[in-house]
């Protein structure tokens, strides 16, 4: 692992192994991340995008979310401004990029996970970029706005087994 600035997930372009792969890099990657550091466990964040609050870059000009900052902030570090006030959508993006790099997380940009699978008790991912990444455990942050990919077999699953979708 290397730092600069926003710690990147591994030094080199090969194959990488963490405890837990978090799929996503948005609020609920970023909260998961902030959490995870605390464990001592090793992580990494893979996000699709560009840089971190790209998602909500992208969206309409005029949304302003619908809580107030004080509600909207992430664990361990308020959004700045006015606690009442609302947050415009780039200021969101400017929050999230600017908390992936205050709490230093292994986040990896432009290299969204296009692939997973689980063998006994360890889960493979590849990247856009062609890596594999190794882990014990995997969080899909992929967020609300992502469409769900339910397999076909899920269906033929007990009714014992919870399955959730964002979707």
């Known amino acids: 692992m290397k730092s600069t600035g926003t710690r990147?997930?591994?030094a080199h372009?090969?194959?990488i192994s963490v405890d837990v792969i978090?799929?996503?890099a948005g609020q609920a990657g970023l909260a998961t991340g902030f959490f995870l550091q605390q464990t001592g466990l090793s992580f990494g964040l893979f996000d699709r995008a560009h840089r971190v609050g790209d998602s909500w870059r992208r969206r309409y000009d005029s949304l302003v979310l619908f809580s107030t900052r004080a509600y909207s902030t992430l664990p361990g570090q308020p959004m700045l401004?006015?606690?009442d006030g609302?947050?415009?959508k780039n200021e969101v993006a400017d929050y999230f990029d600017q908390?992936?790099?205050s709490f230093d997380?292994?986040?990896?940009?432009n290299e969204g996970i296009t692939r997973l699978e689980r063998r006994r008790d360890c889960f493979t991912a590849w990247?856009?970029?062609g890596r594999r990444v190794f882990g014990r455990a995997v969080v899909i942050a992929a967020g609300a706005f992502q469409r769900s990919r339910v397999p076909s077999f899920s269906r033929q699953l007990s009714e014992e087994v919870v399955q959730l979708t964002a979707g």
């Open 8 to 10: 990147s997930v591994a």
């Open 13 to 15: 372009a090969g194959d």
């Open 22 to 24: 978090v799929v996503g």
């Open 81 to 83: 401004g006015n606690p």
């Open 86 to 88: 609302y947050p415009d």
């Open 99 to 101: 908390y992936a790099k």
């Open 105 to 109: 997380l292994p986040v990896a940009t």
């Open 127 to 129: 990247t856009a970029r």
